[in-house]
């Protein structure tokens, strides 16, 4: 863990000027470690066992025939393994600080260098900030830094804007969020794969330069800054916003549980302020979502919005509205559904990576106040994705960096597929 404790240092540093804040110490994953269960038809045993011991999940058992991905501390390991006795259990991480320590290796950025050497390694979030700008920097007729306002800690919700010869606000739009939940870094990593490949290709590749100048394209890397920064400087694997929630000391709103679509509908988020999914005191009440949902209103009324996708991890799933129900559909959904099978199946054509798609609720689970939800009944969006990247548990969200490039290039893949095959 020496890197992230360092780490946390100099950010902390570099951003106490902007945010004065006394933060918690950093959390340690020393012993600690993760394990698959899979549930088969006892959901209601492993969920009395992950509420008895206190354990954090990263797949909650939320039907039979799931699996849990549960991270067990050290001081309860030997009280996981006699109550799972009997269960199919794999081990995921055997050593997580381990796992996180080699995660958090970041090569050192140069400013103003800008290359594919960036895709090597997880890198600080002021190196973000950095590489978007040396990107922007490298093609200023046809780029710009865009934000859409500020996160709660009053960070720049910060993105890059280009566009093709016929100029900016002319064509209709291309919007990608990343790193909606903070823990989730490899999505951070591919949605500036996909800016790089689009900006460094177009002159060279007749394709790339078509969907660049049919389209005003607007990727946002990190969509939740004040989460993201708080996994670098103490706990890796925070998933929510920072915003205070009044009457308990718990922290934070899952902003992709917070827009305000089917917010209120029951069963897809929680009400309680300690858990992960917590959907927030009212809709749209963390500054996050409000000023991302802005941003897209503002550019469907000057441009239209052609196609919205919000990248997550993990679980190589591509899929399309609803999350609020099972049952409901939008209106392009035939069309949506064959897409995202279409995007799977390019994905899995590159490296043999499966992916699942399908709807929302039924491919991963019930999920109300989604972005995508949202983006397509009230954001105007013609064609609306989410995609769940690498892996499927093997790693979780502790992926390696070794497989930046690849999920990159995949993920490409399956947006040519898309781009190529949109009416």
Partial sequence: MKSVVALSTLLAFASAAAVPEVRPAVTAYDGYKVFRVAVKNQVSKVSKIIEQLELETWKAPKAPGALADIVVPPSKVAEFEAAVAGMEVTTMHEDLAASIEQESNFSAYAVGSANATWFNSYHSYNDHLQFLRDLQATYPSRSAIVTSGNSNEGRPITGIHFWGSSGKGNKPAV??????HAREWITTMV?????????????????????????????????????????????????????????????????????????????????????????????????????????????????????????HAYSQLFMTPYGYSCTARAVKHTELVSLAAGAASAIQAVYGTRFTSGPICSTIYKATGSSVDWANDVGGSEYTFTAELRDTGANGFVLPASQIVPSGVETWAGLRYLLLNMK
Wanted: neutral net charge.
């Fill in 191 to 311: 949605n500036e794969y996909l800016a790089f490949n689009l900006l460094t290709k177009y002159d060279t590749d007749a394709e790339i330069k078509s969907f660049v100048d049919k389209y005003d394209f607007y990727v946002f890397p990190v969509v939740n800054p004040d989460g993201f920064v708080f996994t670098q400087t103490n706990t890796r694997l925070w998933r929510k916003n920072r915003q205070s929630n009044s009457g308990s000391t718990c922290i934070g709103r899952d902003i992709n549980r917070n827009w305000n679509f089917q917010w209120s509908v029951i069963g897809g988020a929680s009400t309680n302020p300690c858990a992960e999914d917590y959907k927030g005191g009212a809709a749209s009440d963390a500054p996050e979502t409000t000023n991302l949902a802005n941003f897209i209103r503002s550019v469907k009324a000057s441009q239209g919005v052609k196609l919205f996708i919000d990248w």
């Fill in 175 to 180: 919007i990608f969020h990343s790193t909606v």
